[in-house]
């Protein structure tokens, strides 16, 4: 099994995220770009409505003004869908190993997007918008 990067390269590329992230949170780094703001709004809009509405959010009305944007319920059923299908097409490469190996790395990189949207609850919450996600 052939890696992307080595251990020592991991490392570094963490330590040089850690640095990054200590550096913007030690000079209180705040982004003005309108799409921290939106993102801000509809985390607030979010937080503060029912967890059935995160499935189908409610759109900020910037197609023609009007209209909900709804993603389609389906969503539920292609996480599962999704990973049986990758894990068996690293499977027909190189067995259960890559299997597993392909599963973990959607995973991840599924935590990455996660951890993405908390930093949405967070860029409302420097702006001032009260949620009620509680950590």
């Known amino acids: 099994m052939s890696t992307l990067l080595r251990r020592r390269e991991v490392a570094v590329w963490g330590v040089c995220l850690l640095a990054v992230w200590a550096l913007l949170v030690a000079t209180g780094f705040v982004s003005r770009d309108p799409d921290s703001a939106f993102y801000a709004v509809m985390t607030e809009r979010l937080a503060n409505g029912p967890a059935s509405a995160w499935i189908a959010p409610e ?15 389906i969503g539920i059923y292609l996480a599962p869908i999704g990973l049986a299908w990758i894990g068996a097409a690293h499977w027909t490469r190189g067995g259960p190993a890559e299997a597993i190996d392909g599963i973990v790395f959607i995973l991840l990189l599924f935590l990455c997007v996660l951890l993405h949207e908390f930093g949405h609850i967070f860029a409302a919450r420097r702006y001032g918008i009260r949620t009620r996600f509680r950590f």
């Open 59 to 73: 759109w900020g009305g910037l197609w023609n003004g009007t209209g909900l944007w709804q993603e389609h319920p």
